[in-house]
């Protein structure tokens, strides 16, 4: 009992309409890290805010106990709760381009809280501030601090943040989500990096995360929870060699499905040729790139963000004309402008957005949304459409009551399936699918793209699929492009692209990927087959 | 989510009703970027000379029957064509006109055939000091009552703040300036309830004299700018760096201070730069209720008589100080901007 | 409105306030002891039963000259916003959807227009217009046109980013059909609470014009003319030219009640970035 840092009982949290956090218990001891894992709305940032004392606006600690040392920290006066903050307890947020101030420079706002709390003099922190930069792999750990947050990139501030937390030799650090804003390349990086920090300085750490193969490289315990409470709790091994709980099971068999690619065909739906385009005239985000899509089949585009993978999208949807190249379409030409496409056209290529709470107008009903294709493009009216409509309603496998409802009062996943359904009430050729999973949770995900996967086998819809999810790619794509900096590294079915000998890119694409069990990670640094890059 | 109720509000009042375009820095040094609002700024002022004397010229009717009323007989009216030049075309007209006005020569009165530009002088001098004098008190209570208001989010302090500034922005300036004169001079002649002032007049009765419309002037701005002050820093309040300076356990207002203040000065600057308007039109509106010597009612008086020249000359004068203290404090607003001044 | 937040005491006061403005416009007939230039006793006489807010500067009831220019002042103020709300709006949400040229060219103008304070604007060109009410509901509805399409173009070119507009626009929609069923049932909130700030700003604006003697002309009065008659009775202790000032500042307080409690939930519409 006696190392026991932090001893969370009972806690509860509650909204002005809703239970936030349903009385959660865990307890963490000295020198350890606890993975905090959960789908959305599971309550885990709020958890992780109560360990510091914090609550955001708008929420209520409402009951149970949060004991750091023995002292239960809900119960401090607001003086004592400012004396734990920065001293005992710190906080590394998900956004560091966000969390860091622009007006001051990285390492007045890394020392700030241990000179504020008197814990060093300004020569030691400066000092301690450079090492913990070396530790975390910062580039030019000396000069490093002089740096305004705008002149660092994402993943540099995330490090400096973490360097931040760590400063005034806390006892818990809380990690909230540290590398989901991160590309997958630099998220490794990040992930090495604090890791070895905290193991180095042993620090214990609260690690919040909605992917559990992040979690499982870093922490020695995990929490699961949904909805606000506790689903199961064990070590690593446990969670991974023996679940308890069914939603434990299905969250480490996620990314297990793969798509058995047919034969290839040479039956193209779509040709991408030497296309370039950009959004300021004189620059080219896209340089040359050259796809084919085969009909019935999908194209997976994968890269990172600024890779131009999206810009690819627009080009093909026409609403960005390209400046050079053209499309073929059906094996006839297809106009780069969207108004110079025919209305035949136009309902042929539909499309499917990242965010369905955006891509779903909030004064509509279901029911308004799904009529207007049907109506615009086929001219259907009255029970004939109330027929049809319902028939989405079927085929997306949702309740044809949910008729009547405004996006709302629908849940993530059944907007998607709503955004699925409004492009096949077009009865489209081709679907252009621009990351169509990475806004939901991981099981809702997994769902979307079974159905995306049916529908393609029952009606033989084309897909060409943006993605940055390696995972994604293995299990709906017959071929793949990968994309970096604008141009195609490495495209051909998914066999050959997914197989070595890889180019450098893919080669570490694939290779920095977090794989659904414990110790990945610890092999990939014994390796070091990936050179440290300044992410 | 319990964010800050007015700041959407407001927010987008203040893009609407801000002077020059607020454009995205792309790269570049800040000072190219000073000298590209410079030019923008210079380029407006143009622009809104041609509209100054296209609302004079081009309107459906005859300037000259218009100065003169219906039943003027056709050989007055031909007289004061002439005089004003009416018969050459209005782009000849409109390049004499602009021509002469940078040099400083706004030809004469129709009214009192006085020299435009010697009219002109020692008014702009007197409502540049009435307004300054009322700026010089308004924008540092007004960002002071801002902050606290700030500080003291959500408590009686806040809502009393905010009452009050709704009331001042109600008042109409003439309501204001009245209710002054019926306390101050009426029921208790502890001030003038005219402002005539001179140059004769020794420095310290001036101001003396300048007191109650100086204070109706702040009343007329006060309002406007506390609550687009208090709307501007309490967007920077919900900034997530706001939150990981509250979990360093620093003291409220060592965050307002340190970590919300310098974020604001860009957007505060700006506040005060919008709210020059409404001192524009509450320095016309204070001068006639104070038979105040300045340009605004001579402006109005001249209106009132459609004495074109001057109304052109007065309303340019006007137009041409709005724009360039907007350029100043857009200037000064690009160089508060810790993002703009430090380059990648 | 499905979405308004729910009612505060303050918000009430400010709802009542306006209702009893329209109910003394509308029926200012039959609220108004007296005809509204009808000498009734002597100069600014002390208030009496017959005339409860006493007499102005040539003998009228004061009373019945103010519920006859609330008339005066809610329809040229409510003209002068609907018709700037029509013209702000239409071309705001046209240049936001239209974009490219369109939009430049009309921002660009609105810009200029905006460059000129708009009590000097309208006094230039007051200068050399008739003097009646069509010509001084149009220059009000002009000027605060500029400041509508200003917030309508910010409203809908965050709206036009959105995905459910651009997969409208991949369906082929016109953009009549965009502006109408896609952008404006999504921006009636903003604009709504916008619609009782530019009321609030044409109800001063207009009192302003009419003190200075720019505005209504006589015989027909608004409060703000109210307020121009009377003014010189304040040296002599008369406090008549304060009362319609009162009036135009509590109504206008009243409006700004209803604005701040609308706006308490505006709900915002930024479009997230896409990556990639």
């Known amino acids: ?535 | 989510m319990g964010g800050p109720p007015l700041a959407d509000g407001i927010d987008t009042d203040i893009r609407a009703i801000s002077p020059l375009p607020v454009q995205k820095a792309g790269g570049g040094s800040v000072w190219l970027l000073l000298v590209k609002r410079l030019l923008l700024g210079l380029l407006l002022l143009w622009a809104v000379s041609l509209v100054i004397f296209a609302g004079t010229q081009i309107l459906p009717g005859d300037v000259a029957t218009s100065m003169l009323g219906q039943q003027a007989t056709p050989e007055a009216v031909a007289s004061i064509r002439k005089e004003l030049g009416l018969e050459q075309p209005a782009p000849v007209r409109y390049v004499k006109w602009l021509g002469a006005a940078i040099g400083g020569d706004f030809g004469r009165s129709y009214s009192n055939r006085q020299d435009i530009a010697k009219s002109i002088a020692p008014r702009l001098k007197n409502t540049l000091l009435l307004a300054a004098m009322a700026a010089v008190i308004a924008v540092p209570l007004a960002i002071l009552l801002g902050i606290l208001s700030v500080l003291y989010n959500g408590t009686w302090i806040d809502r009393t703040i905010g009452l009050v500034t709704l009331s001042a922005i109600s008042l109409p300036e003439f309501f204001a300036g009245y209710l002054l004169i019926a306390y101050f001079s009426v029921a208790h002649f502890w001030l003038p309830s005219s402002a005539t002032v001179s140059d004769a007049m020794p420095i310290g009765q001036r101001l003396v004299v300048m007191l109650l419309p100086c204070l109706t002037l702040v009343l007329a701005v006060l309002g406007h700018m506390m609550r687009m002050t208090r709307a501007a820093l309490l967007n920077v309040m919900a900034s997530p760096y706001i939150e990981t300076a509250l979990l360093k356990g620093l003291p409220w207002w060592r965050i307002v201070w340190k970590h919300a203040l310098p974020n604001a000065l860009s957007p505060i600057v700006n506040v005060v730069a919008l709210n020059l308007a409404y001192l524009i039109v509450g320095v016309v509106v204070v001068e006639v209720i104070f038979v105040y010597p300045g340009m605004g009612q001579y402006l109005v008086d001249h209106v009132a008589k459609r004495d074109v020249p001057v109304v052109q000359a007065a309303g340019l004068v006007f137009a041409a100080v709005y724009i360039l203290l907007n350029i100043l404090a857009d200037m000064v607003s690009v160089l508060t901007n810790p993002r703009l001044r430090h380059s990648r | 409105m499905r979405n308004l937040p729910p009612l505060t005491p303050m918000a009430l006061i400010g709802l009542a306030g306006v209702a009893a403005f329209i109910v003394l416009a509308a029926f200012a007939p039959w609220l108004a002891p007296h005809p509204v230039s009808e000498v009734v006793g002597g100069v600014w006489d002390v208030p009496s039963a017959d005339a409860l807010l006493g007499t102005d500067n040539i003998g009228r009831d004061l009373f019945s000259r103010l519920v006859w220019g609330a008339r005066v002042t809610f329809t040229i103020a409510a003209l002068a916003t609907a018709i700037a709300f029509l013209i702000g709006v239409s071309l705001g949400f046209y240049a936001a959807v239209r974009r490219g040229w369109v939009d430049q060219v009309l921002s660009r103008l609105n810009d200029l227009m905006m460059a000129i304070p708009t009590l000097i604007f309208a006094l230039v060109v007051l200068a050399v217009l008739p003097k009646n009410m069509v010509v001084l509901v149009l220059v009000m509805a002009t000027l605060e046109a500029t400041r509508v399409f200003r917030v309508s173009r910010a409203i809908a070119a965050d709206l036009v980013g959105l995905d459910y507009v651009e997969v409208a626009r991949l369906r082929g929609e016109s953009w009549r059909w965009i502006m109408v069923r896609e952008i404006l049932p999504n921006a009636l909130s903003p604009l709504l609470a916008e619609l009782g700030l530019r009321f609030a700003f044409a109800i001063l604006f207009l009192s302003t014009l009419s003190f200075l003697g720019l505005g209504v002309q006589p015989p027909i009065a608004d409060w703000g003319s109210l307020v121009k008659e009377n003014k010189d009775g304040l040296l002599f202790g008369v406090f008549a030219a304060l009362i319609p000032g009162a009036a135009i500042a509590v109504l206008v307080i009243c409006v700004n009640l209803v604005v701040d409690w609308m706006l308490q939930k505006t709900t915002s519409l930024k479009g997230a970035r896409r990556n990639g």
């Open chain 1, 1 to 535: 009992m006696a190392d026991i840092l932090l001893k969370v009982t009972d806690l509860e949290v509650k909204a002005s309409d809703a239970t936030i956090v349903d009385k959660v218990s865990f307890d963490l001891e000295k020198g350890r890290v606890l993975g905090l894992i959960g789908e959305s709305g599971a309550g885990k940032s709020t958890i992780g805010l109560a360990s510091l004392g914090h609550n955001r606006a708008g929420l209520q600690i409402t009951g149970g106990r949060a004991e750091l040392n023995g002292r239960d920290i809900l119960q401090l006066s607001p003086r004592d709760t400012r004396d734990l903050r920065g001293v005992s307890v710190t906080y590394v947020a998900q956004s560091a381009a966000a969390a860091f101030n622009p007006a001051h420079r990285l390492i007045d706002q890394v020392i700030e809280a241990t000179l504020w709390h008197k814990l060093m003099s300004r020569a030691k922190a400066i000092q301690r501030a450079k090492e913990l930069f070396g530790l975390l792999g910062l580039p030019n750990p000396e000069n490093f601090g002089d740096r305004y947050p705008h002149q660092a990139s994402g993943g540099q501030l995330q490090r400096a943040m973490t360097a931040m937390a760590l400063c005034p030799h806390p006892e818990l650090i809380v990690f909230d989500e540290p590398t989901t804003a991160l590309d997958v390349t630099t998220q490794i990086e990040v992930l090495a990096a604090i890791k070895h920090a905290i193991a180095r300085t042993g620090t214990s750490a609260l690690y919040i995360s909605h992917d559990l193969a992040v979690v499982a490289q870093i922490a020695d315990e995990i929490l699961v929870l949904r909805n606000g409470r506790m689903v199961e709790r064990g070590s690593v091994d446990d969670i991974f060699n023996s679940p308890q709980e069914d939603y434990t099971r299905r969250l480490v068999s996620m990314r297990q499905t793969e798509k058995q690619a047919g034969a290839e065909t040479h039956d193209n739906l779509l040709s991408i040729v030497g296309i370039e385009a950009g959004y300021t005239p004189g620059v080219s985000v896209l340089q040359d790139v050259s796809l084919d899509l085969g009909r019935g089949e999908t194209l997976a585009v994968v890269g990172e963000s600024g890779s131009g993978k999206s810009t690819l999208a627009r080009v093909v949807t026409g609403l960005l004309p390209a400046s050079a190249g053209h499309l073929r379409f059906e094996g006839k030409g297809l106009p780069s402008e969207l108004a110079a496409r025919t209305p035949e056209t136009l309902r042929n290529i539909q499309i499917i957005n990242q965010i369905p709470d955006l891509a779903l107008n909030p004064r509509q009903t279901v029911e308004a949304i799904l009529s207007r294709p049907l109506a615009f493009y086929f001219g259907l009216k009255g029970s004939e459409l109330k027929r049809r409509v319902a028939g989405l309603l079927d085929q997306i496998e949702l309740p044809r009551t949910l008729n009547d409802r405004y996006p709302a009062e629908l849940s993530g996943g059944q907007k998607q399936r709503i955004c699925i359904a409004r492009a096949l009430a077009a009865d489209p050729k081709l679907i252009i699918c621009d990351e169509p999973t990475s806004a939901l949770d991981p099981l809702v995900a997994e769902g979307i793209l079974d159905l995306l996967m049916r529908l393609q086998k029952d009606i033989g819809t084309s897909y060409l699929f943006i993605t940055h999810d390696l995972a994604i790619v293995r299990a709906i794509a017959d071929t793949v492009a990968v994309m970096l900096d604008g141009k195609v590294v490495r495209y051909g079915r998914k066999a050959e692209v997914l197989a070595p000998p890889f180019d450098p890119y893919t080669g570490k694409l694939i290779a920095s990927v977090p794989e659904m069990r414990p110790g990945w990670l610890d092999e990939v640094i014994a390796r070091r087959t990936l050179p440290l890059i300044n992410g």
